[in-house]
């Protein structure tokens, strides 16, 4: 990705940010601007509490380009508290997660590109030790 | 002095705002990997020889100044709750921030929601830049600049392999939301630092690892300039270290604070809470911020604290603050630093090494 492609998405990425429908309340993540459930016009801002439980996961032994120092590592579809499904990396994990695990969402570095490119940060999910409060 | 009673400010060496300041909201960080120094020792040392600390903090392969600052300070936002769009500085102190060219305080600030009305800054003096960006933060509010400033301490600090420095170089630290007294959870009664160019430590551009001059990190470094500001400190409030429930000291080790504390009459008992470097590390520019962290978790109203720096090049910080009431509710509505202290994954020099960059393997 170029770095104004990273640029965009800082607010969902650092904040988990993501729209609420005005007209059928529902919790968009990522945001979209159409409410996915209704197909009306949904720009507020929401931004989501990071908690949530895994849906499924993966463990990536052979990792895509950008992300070869951290593996093996876990990746997981999140079902989050507000209703959204998203899919992130696992962190902090000793052993392997289990399906329904609670999680909390922190901010990591996600990828670093190279020694002179720029170091992107983004959401990661740990085991829930501390729930947002 | 002014007919014997205060000093007018433009006279005296303490410096005080113009109103009441404090401690809003407070949050620590500390990743969850140890390594214990008996590795360090196993590996470069045959086991043979005593260690400085029972074991150090480790950051994970995705973590660094930024990521350990955000968390810090959404604890700190978590026991403000205050909205962090009203924070008007983010200034984050660290001699490990990830970017020698592009501010860590504006990815922090992004990240907390404090971004785009702020200003936004990083800290350096080795190991003290977290108390001097307290300091500014005090004067920045003190001064009616502004209602709330973040100020940070946060290291990963660098440690080269085999070096005694190895041992102890660790990773956390802790973030202080300043602002008005009569919302602070402690207000701080005044500050003084101590400065001297002396080559004790340092890390020239572009080196992975510091240099530092063995013995010479003592007595004309560390102990000069902690016990002089200590001094100089309680003889201007005209205070004695019994005046003080708790002390807390910048920590390289163990052995360092407790020998400055006791030449100082601080007793045992009042630097027992902030003292955490036998079981963290030296977390550098982190250091004195996480140990006042862990104190107040369980400080109670009415007490009075000292707490003091170091950053080497030389210099240090003393601030003393006294406990207000606010800090009963605000003390569990984040997770304490004892908390982050009892999470711990025990690793081995192999597991270390990867962590931390040691190994080639390109």
Redesign the interface.
């Known amino acids: 990705m170029e770095v104004s492609q990273h640029w965009r998405l ?1 607010g969902q990425r ?2 988990l940010q993501g729209e609420q429908c005005e007209h059928c309340g529902a919790s968009i993540f990522p945001p979209r601007d159409v409410c996915p459930d209704c197909a009306e016009p949904a720009q507020e801002v929401y ?1 989501f509490s990071g908690n949530g439980t895994v849906y499924s996961y993966t463990t990536v032994f052979d990792a895509p380009e950008g992300y070869e ?2 593996a093996p590592y876990h990746v997981a579809l999140i079902k989050l508290d507000e209703g959204p499904m998203l899919t992130a990396q696992l ?2 994990m ?1 052993g392997d997660p289990e399906i329904g695990m609670p999680v909390e969402m ?5 990828r670093t590109d190279g020694d002179d490119g720029m ?1 992107v ?1 983004g959401y ?1 999910f740990r085991k829930s ?2 729930p ?2 | 002095m002014n007919n014997g009673s205060q000093p007018k400010q433009e006279d005296s060496l303490l410096q005080r705002p113009l109103r009441d300041v404090g401690i809003v909201g407070y949050g620590a960080y500390l990743p ?1 990997y140890r390594l214990p120094a008996e590795e360090v020792s196993r590996v470069w040392t045959g086991g043979q020889g005593g260690t400085p600390i029972q074991e150090k903090s480790v950051p ?5 100044v ?2 350990m600052s ?2 810090a300070a959404r604890n700190a936002l ?1 026991r403000a709750q205050i909205d962090p769009t009203k924070i008007r500085a983010v200034w984050v102190g660290s001699e490990s921030h ?2 020698a060219v592009k501010p860590t305080s504006t ?1 922090v600030a ?2 907390i ?1 404090a971004a785009p009305h702020t200003l936004a800054a990083d800290w350096e003096f080795a190991c003290k830049a977290g108390s001097e960006a307290m300091q500014a933060a005090i004067g920045f509010v003190g001064s009616g600049m502004a209602n709330f400033a973040l100020s940070i301490g946060m290291d990963t600090a660098q440690g080269r392999p085999g070096d005694a420095l190895e041992y102890t170089a660790a990773a956390g630290g802790a973030a202080y939301l300043i602002g008005p007294g009569e919302q602070s959870l402690a207000i701080f009664e005044a500050t003084y630092s101590f400065v001297t160019d002396t080559p004790d430590f340092w890390r020239r551009a572009h080196e992975t690892y510091p240099s530092h001059g063995d013995r010479f990190t003592g007595e004309p470094a560390y102990f000069r300039h902690v016990v002089s500001a200590a001094e100089r400190m309680l003889e201007e409030l005209g205070a004695e270290p019994s005046d003080f429930q708790h002390a807390v000291f910048h920590q390289p080790n163990v052995k360092f604070p407790s020998r400055a504390a006791k030449m100082l009459g601080f007793q045992d008992e009042q630097i027992k809470v902030g003292l955490l470097a036998g079981r963290v590390g030296n977390v550098y520019a982190g250091s004195s911020l996480l140990g006042l962290s862990a104190v107040l978790d369980i400080a109670k109203p009415g007490d009075r604290i000292f707490m003091i720096s170091y950053g080497s090049g030389a210099g240090s910080d003393a601030i003393v603050m006294r406990v207000t009431d606010q800090i009963v509710d605000r003390q569990n ?3 304490k630093t004892e ?1 982050y202290i009892s ?1 711990r ?1 025990e690793i081995d020099y192999a597991v270390y090494s990867r962590f931390r960059g040691k190994l080639q393997t390109k």
């Open positions: 800082n650092y904040q931004t120092e951290q962190t902090d000793d922190v901010t990591r570095k996600l170091i940060y990661k030790e501390f947002v409060r | 969850r994970g392969l995705d973590e660094d930024v990521t955000i968390e978590a990830p970017y990815i992004e990240a929601g509505r984040a997770p908390d999470r994954s």
